[in-house]
Each structure stands twice: as C-alpha cells, then as structure tokens.
C-alpha cells in the first residue's frame, strides 16, 4: 500500500505512544503517510492510540528499559512492514528530587527509562536502519537537558544525556546515511506535565507560573512536538543531523520571559 504524505511509506516506531506527546506524533505519522508501530509499557494504551489511528496502524506492549521486550516489538514490526525507516524514541518517567535526597532505585529507574533506553532501542533498530540504506532516529529530549531545574537532578541529568548520546550516534551514524536528532520540549501539556503541576503545593498557581516563564505565552502542545518529529523525520531535514532542536515558546532563549 502507498500512501502520500511528507513520511510516504516510511515505516515508524513511536515509544511512548500510549499517552502525550508519543501518541499525538503516532497520528501525525501516520497523517503524513508512514506506517506506524505504536509501542508501550502499557500496551492497551498503545493498541488504543493504534486503532483511533487505524490505517493499518498496530500497538505493542514494549518496555524501553528491556533488550528482548525491544527486539520482540522490532521481530513483529519487522514480519508485518519489512523494514524500519523511522524511530522515535519518546518513551519518558519523571521523578523529582534532589540529588542528595533521591533513592537510588528511582534514579536507576529515570536513568534507565530517559536514556539508557535511547541506546537500547537505538542499538536493536541500527541494522534495520542499514539494511534499509539509512534512516532517521529522533529521541524527546527536554530544555531540562539544557537548563538545570530545582529538585529535578535525574531527570536533567538523563536529558542532557539524551542531547549528547544523540550527538555521538550521529557522528557514528552519518556514514550509513542515519540521521540522529532530538526536541527539547518546553512544558508541553500531557498527562506528565498535569501530574508534576498536582504535585506542587499549588498547582494552580504552578500552571501560571509555568505558563508565564513561555514567552509565546502559552504552554506547549503535543502537536508543537509532533510536527517538529515529521520534520527531522522527513526529507525535509535531509542536511540535519546531530541536532538538538529546541522547540519552547522561546523558553530557553533567556531569563527575562513572563
Ligand atoms: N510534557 C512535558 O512537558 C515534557 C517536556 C519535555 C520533555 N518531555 C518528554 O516527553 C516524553 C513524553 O512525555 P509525555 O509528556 O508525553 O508524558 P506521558 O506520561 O503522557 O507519556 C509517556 C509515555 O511513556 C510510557 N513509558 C514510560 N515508561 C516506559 C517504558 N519503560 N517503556 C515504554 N513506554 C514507557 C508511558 O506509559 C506513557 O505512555 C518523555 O520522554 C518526557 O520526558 C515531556
């Protein structure tokens, strides 16, 4: 089957595809033609973002953190598309704390999940990538990966690793034509970002604040990030590798917003 869109017959692996952002870039993916694979930890919610998408569209229950639980959800995307063009490594926890007052189990466990597995998933799609001559593979970063946030220390730590991980698999990827980008998202309205504002003391006034901090003047969508995945997915960021596309309503652009 044929299909017309900016991702034309590409083939797609979304993580996270269950919720948030990795379920509105599922249905963008496939708007703009590709054939996708949603994946999560919560498999009903990957078969749920699957069938609203239809379209050939199917959801597995993969566990980023989890070598054969990725390369089952990669043999059944494999045996049903005959190949991968296009991996998004989207899969994400957050769990706030200091450094000093965090359990050990809980830095593991947000080390583990933001970016061990972008290693992971990326290292089982590679020879896929190569069979198929070249791909793309884009992970969800953070501007928490750029700037430092109180009480948030695992959590900025894996997405600065996530920003640099993605520059060395971009240099060690060039040569077989994959390109390796990442987003940093400003807040960006999901189920993540409703969960960390109910957890504030106030969570009214921390939505207004984090609102006021965007000097657009609004938080982000999941579509903001979305659109910004076809693009480095696409033909469109052919040149584009290695890049750390920062996309915040101007967030991280200075210290005067709001
Ligand atoms: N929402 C924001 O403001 C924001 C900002 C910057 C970056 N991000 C990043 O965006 C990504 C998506 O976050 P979101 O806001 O859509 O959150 P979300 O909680 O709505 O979605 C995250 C999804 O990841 C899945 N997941 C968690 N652990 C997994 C695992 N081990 N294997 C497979 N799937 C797993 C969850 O089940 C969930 O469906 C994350 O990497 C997050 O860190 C979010």
């Known amino acids: ?13 979304v993580t996270g ?4 952002i990795g379920k509105e870039t599922a249905v963008r993916f496939s708007a703009e ?19 609203e998408i239809g379209d050939g569209a199917f959801g597995i229950e993969m566990d980023v953190t989890n070598t054969p639980s990725i390369k089952a959800g990669l043999d059944v995307l494999i045996e049903r598309f005959g190949g991968l063009d296009c991996v998004i490594n ?6 706030v704390g200091a450094a000093h007052e965090m359990e050990e189990d809980d830095w593991d466990r947000e080390l583990d999940t933001n970016l061990k597995s972008v290693y992971l ?12 001559g070249g791909g793309s593979i884009a992970s969800t970063a953070s501007i928490a990966g750029i700037w430092a946030i109180p009480a948030d220390a695992a959590y900025c730590a894996s997405k600065a690793g996530v920003i ?6 971009a240099l060690d990827g060039a040569k077989a034509g994959i390109r390796v980008n990442c987003v940093c998202p400003g807040f960006i309205e999901t189920p993540m970002i409703q969960g960390y504002f109910a957890d504030q003391p106030d969570p009214e006034a921390s939505r207004e604040y984090a609102t006021s901090i965007h000097p657009l003047g609004r938080l982000g969508q999941p579509r903001d990030i979305a659109d910004a995945f076809v693009y480095l997915s696409s033909a469109e ?22």
């Open 237 to 258: 960021s052919s040149w584009v590798t290695g890049t750390p596309l920062v996309v915040d309503g101007g967030l991280v652009s200075g210290i005067w917003a709001g």
């Open 1 to 13: 089957m044929t299909k017309e869109g900016r991702l034309e017959s590409k083939v797609a692996l």
């Open 33 to 51: 033609g590709a054939h996708v694979v949603c994946a999560d930890l919560i498999g009903d919610t990957a078969v749920t973002t699957a069938t």
């Open 17 to 20: 595809a269950g919720s948030g």
């Open 121 to 132: 998933v990326s290292k089982a799609a590679w020879p896929h990538l190569v069979t198929r």
């Open 164 to 169: 640099m991980l993605t520059k060395c698999m």
């Open 90 to 95: 989207n899969a994400g926890v957050t769990i």
